[in-house]
């Protein structure tokens, strides 16, 4: 499952109707085989976010130094390590070395025959028999085809030899890189309402940092680490048949798969709890801790299809699936709310501005300069009036009287009449204040707007003018009589 995805043209049309599988992890898979120093740096680089991990423990999860285990440095252990190197040699194809896809081939058949029989009580406790385990040990070493089902064999001898078979690795199966990593994922717990950490594992962040760093295991490593869960999270549930829960599984299996070799209970008396505790965890959640998360197979993805020269034709397919064609409208909806409530953001502070501005200009002392700008505003209520939606057309210029009555008021009285219109049309009447400009004027709540009480003033000095003009022009006219 953990194979890259192989497109195959089939044309057996009874396998036509089978259900297409895509793995969710293809980009994932395939980062790690072309580009593994990328997708390495990727993973640590998160891996580092969740737990902290000093300069020398990560260049040792890195490869760049040799990892320092307890107990190295003693005389005892390096006696033992050189001990079983030279027995290591003598070992044959599967047992005793290095791990293979050979050998993880040849133990596969005996954890698929293990998941055929998980009820036996003490299944992985109670040792078998130890002649039947070395005929089986010699018949795997040589490569010969085993058959488990005849009943030659019991379920307890090829649990113990599966044991066996993990013990005699040259390192755990976990790898010695790592094995600082596990400790701390073990510390990983909840912080309370104050910011102090609480004795409650944070299961959510240690899922997720098992996550990745079952993503940099070697490949090997990792299959086998899958399968190995795989049958013991299965024996676990049956637990009321064989009498082995979780942690009584981790307990047998800690040492072959998480302990660094050579060493004793002495030298890990300190981490021994966390360690039973972390593979205990492991057989619990083993079927999430498979998954890349989801932020990495994001990053892969936008990897190769997020450039054109990375991406293959089996790519373009992918991108022209018709699940991506109907997310397509679906982004474009959601671009297109983003560029509406960008405008309407935009809109609502040019209106502020504007109204700032016209607060302003309310507020200058009276000039010509103020008139001007009062008349501009008048003039362009949509453009420069804040507030305002629909658009309205200027008012109309008032035309010029050509009557006679006109004509003797601009002789008689010249300058001061003109100054009079232009008074008014800086101060416009309320007959011919735009229903706009009204609207900015209780909306800014301007202290310059015009009150009832002003307009009634400018009508009462509009008419004493008209009075004194009358006068003026009687006095006149009976002069020239």
Not at 372 to 398: C, E
Request: a positive charge.
């Amino acid at each position: 499952s953990d194979a890259i995805c192989n497109f195959v043209i089939c044309n057996d049309s009874s396998l036509r109707s089978q259900p297409i599988i895509f793995n969710p992890d293809f980009f994932v898979e395939k980062l790690r085989h072309e580009k593994p120093e990328v997708f390495t740096e990727l993973v640590v680089s998160n891996i580092t976010r969740l737990i902290d991990l000093p300069g020398a423990e990560l260049a040792q999860l890195m490869g760049e130094e040799d990892p320092k285990l307890p107990g190295a440095n003693s005389t005892a252990s390096g006696f033992f390590r050189s001990l079983m190197s030279l027995k290591r040699k003598e070992k044959g194809v599967v047992f005793g070395s290095p791990l293979t896809e050979e050998g993880i081939a040849q133990v596969s058949q005996l954890i698929e025959y293990l998941h055929k029989n998980l009820r036996a009580e003490g299944l992985f406790r109670v040792p078998g028999n130890s002649i039947r385990q070395q005929i089986l040990k010699d018949a795997l070493n040589s490569g010969t085809d085993i058959d488990l089902d005849s009943g030659e064999f019991h379920s307890n001898d090829v649990a113990t030899l599966l044991k066996m078979f993990l013990g005699e690795l040259p390192e755990p199966l976990l790898t010695h890189k790592h094995f600082h990593a596990h400790l701390k994922i073990a510390d990983l717990t909840l912080f309370d309402e104050k910011g102090n950490k609480t004795s409650t594992p944070d299961k959510e962040r240690q899922i997720e940092a098992l996550q990745l760093l079952f993503l940099i295991l070697p490949a090997p490593n990792r299959s086998l680490l899958k399968l190995l869960l795989d049958l013991l999270y299965q024996t676990a549930k049956k637990q009321d048949k064989n009498k082995m829960s979780a942690h009584n599984l981790a307990l047998m299996f800690a040492p072959h798969i998480l302990w660094p070799r050579n060493v004793t209970a002495n030298d890990l008396q300190e981490n021994i709890t966390k360690l039973n505790n972390g593979v205990t965890f492991m057989i619990k959640h083993s079927q999430k801790l498979f998954k890349a998360p989801a932020y990495i197979r994001e990053c892969a993805r936008l990897h190769y299809l997020g450039s054109r020269a990375h991406t293959s034709k089996d790519d373009l397919d992918l991108l022209t699936s018709p699940s991506s064609k109907e997310l397509q409208p679906l982004k474009s909806q959601k671009r297109s709310r983003l560029d509406t409530c960008h405008q309407e953001e935009t809109q609502q502070r040019t209106e502020e501005a504007l109204k700032e501005l016209f607060r302003h200009v309310h507020n200058m002392p009276d000039s010509a300069k103020k008139k001007k700008l009062i008349r501009q505003f008048n003039k362009h209520p949509t453009a420069l009036t804040p507030g305002s939606d629909v658009p309205t057309s200027p008012a109309p210029r008032r035309t010029r009287s050509r009557s006679f009555s006109g004509l003797i008021k601009r002789k008689v009285l010249g300058t001061p009449v003109i100054l009079e219109r232009k008074s008014r049309d800086a101060t416009p009447e309320p007959g011919r204040v735009s229903k706009e400009n009204v609207h900015l004027l209780q909306k800014c709540g301007s202290p310059a707007h015009m009150s009832q009480a002003k307009l009634k003033s400018l009508e009462g000095r509009k008419e004493e003018s008209c009075r004194r003009m009358r006068a003026h022009l009687l006095s006149k006219d009976s002069s020239s009589l």
